[in-house]
């Protein structure tokens, strides 16, 4: 007997009980054979998903979803949803989830609320993103089993961070698990950096899309706010070489952005020339450098060090 044929027995034995008696309540029939129920269908979901060979994804959206029902009153967010494009939606308010492919998730009910748009915290633009390769799932459950072990603080308290660097964000790193285990194919996220350090970062694969909100930690206020102070001393510049050439200011802002795109294509053609030089010493034990070739090389790197 399978999970879907006891799961038929166990519906059809709450049939039979009065409906005078059907209350969902802890120690009565009812109620017993109602958990019983409710357990087999997320069992049969699981099973489910791991035909499709989605397991993974299945229990880490079904955890965080059923974290929110006992959690949190928004009962909008129990529950999946699909949008207008039939893709699967799955949020907490602070990640979410969006699956061209459904999971086998509990259906959402009628009255659980009117879902929002994803749209409205998936970036359309990325201009002011970085795009940063992920790490594995293997780094990220290894560095939260060490935080937990180094953690002396109250029970409930514990939070593992993952910093993606200098000038990059900080993230919870279990929501950085989960979302690499739901999409384990995503091999880059986008970080804001600057003065979007605080935006959601964003992941895109072939299984579909997801966000997760950074954490602020002193590092990166402190580069916030030198990127805001930053940004107000080069709004300054323009406005005064603006009205040193008589020029409306947008031309000089315009004019400063080709120039800042050109100066990064060239810092880039460099840093890709280099790369090459270095991979050609790496594969070949007796690579020795001819002179024109050290003077090429100092010269790069002094071009490379202009440009930057």
């Known amino acids: 007997m399978n999970t879907q044929d006891i799961l038929t027995r166990v519906n059809a034995a709450m049939a039979l009980i009065p409906k005078d008696d059907a209350y969902a309540i802890p120690g009565t029939v009812f109620g017993e054979l109602s958990t019983l129920a409710s357990d087999l269908e997320a069992k049969l979901r699981l099973e489910y998903a791991s035909s499709k060979g989605a397991t993974d994804a299945t229990r880490t959206i079904t955890k965080m979803l059923n974290y929110m029902k006992k959690h949190d009153c928004r009962e909008s ?16 308010g602070y990640r979410a989830y969006r699956l061209k492919e459904p999971l086998p998730l509990e ?3 009628e009255n659980a609320g ?7 915290v998936i970036p359309k633009d990325l201009r002011g993103y970085a ?35 200098e000038g990059k964000p900080v993230v919870n790193a279990e929501y950085l698990r989960d ?18 350090l605080y935006s959601p970062l964003y992941v895109r694969c072939d299984a579909g899309e997801a966000v997760l909100l950074p954490v602020r930690t002193d590092r990166t206020k402190a580069e916030i706010d030198a990127a805001r102070k930053a940004k107000e001393d080069a709004e300054q510049a323009i ?17 400063e952005e080709r120039r800042a795109k050109r100066k ?15 991979m050609e010493m790496a594969l070949s034990e007796d690579y020795a450098l001819e002179l ?4 090429y090389l100092v010269n790069l790197m002094d071009e490379i060090g202009m440009v930057a």
Request: proline share 5%; aromatic share 10%; glycine share 8%.
């Open 292 to 295: 024109d070739e050290f003077e």
């Open 239 to 255: 406005q005064a070489q603006a009205e040193a050439e008589g020029r409306d200011p947008e031309y000089i802002r315009e004019r």
């Open 179 to 196: 979302l690499l285990q739901v999409f384990p194919d995503a091999a880059e996220i986008f970080c804001g950096v600057g003065t979007k």
């Open 131 to 165: 795009a940063v390769p992920l790490p594995s799932l293997q780094e990220v459950k290894a560095h939260i089993a060490v935080e937990r072990a180094k953690y002396t603080g109250k029970r409930g308290g514990f939070v593992a961070l993952w910093d993606f660097g």
């Open 107 to 109: 259906p959402r009910p």
């Open 114 to 120: 009117e879902a929002f748009d994803l749209n409205g």
């Open 77 to 92: 967010l129990h529950y999946a949803w699909l949008d207008s494009d039939g893709r699967q939606c799955a949020c907490d």
């Open 264 to 278: 990064a294509q060239a810092k880039k053609a460099l840093d890709e020339q280099l790369n090459h030089i270095r």
